[in-house]
C-alpha cells in the first residue's frame, strides 16, 4: 500500500523572510529539526542565494520566486536524481500555465524560455543508508526582473523579459507547488521511467542534442542519447564512446 499522505499539503506552512542569506540553509536547519514534509522557506530577497555546483544565484529583491521546499516523500535516497528531474517538469509545466509560453528542460532541471534560463533548481538530499530523511528543493524562477548583471544577461531570462508581461509570484507558486505534488505523486505510483519519459518529451536536451558538459575544469562535448531510467545523461562522445553524465553543467555547443 503506497503512503501518498506525505505528499499532501505542499506549501503549509510557509516560512517567510523579507531578507535572509540563502533559503536552503534555513530549509535545513527546520528539517533538522522536525519539519514536517510540505514546508516552505519563502523569502523576498537572498543575500547568499546559492547555485548548483557552487555557483551563487542571484536574488533580486521583490522580483523573483526564492522558495526552498521540504519533502519528505516514500522514495530511496537512488530515486533521488529522477526527483531532481520531476522538479524541474513541475516548474516547466507551471511556468507554461502562467505564461502560456512553450518551456524547455535542460538536465537536469533548468527551466528555459527562448533558449535562456528562467528558472534553476537546486536538489539537496539527506539520508540513512538507503532511506531518504528529507529532500530540499530549493526553486529560484526570474520572474519579473527588468534586466540581469552583465555577467548573466546572455544567459539567464525572466518571465517578464521574454513575454512584456508582469506576473503574480503568489499564483506561480502555487503552481510549482500544485505541480509538484502532481509530478511527485506520478513517480511514486509509477516508478522512475515515467518520469523520465515525461522529462524526455518535454527537453530538446535529452536526446539529439550537441552539447557541451562542464564539471569542474573537465569539458566533454558530444551529442546526447537519452537519459537513463536512474536520470542520469547519456552523452556520445566526438569517438563514438558513451559517457553517463551523473553531475555537471550542460550548454548547446557552438561548433
Ligand atoms: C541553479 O544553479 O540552477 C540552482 C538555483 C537554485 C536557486 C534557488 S533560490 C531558492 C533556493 N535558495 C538558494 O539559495 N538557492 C535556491
Redesign the pocket.
Known sequence: MLDLSLLADLGRPIHYYASID???RRAAELAEAGEPGGAVVL?EE?T??????G?S?H?EPEAGL???LILRPPLEAAQVSVVTLALGLAAGRAIHRVTSRPCDLRWPN?VLLGER?CC???TELAAEGERVRYILA???VNVNHAAFPAQLAATATSLRLETGCEYSREALLIEILKETDRYLQILVERDAPAIVELFTRASSYAAGKRVVVVNGTVETSGRTTGITSAGTLLLERDDGSVAPILAGSVRPATD
Open positions: 540563502t533559503t536552503m523569502a537572498q547568499a542565494g546559492r547555485g548548483r555546483l555557483r544565484w536574488s526564492y522558495f526552498s533548468d534560463k534553476g533548481i537546486l530549493g526553486i529560484g
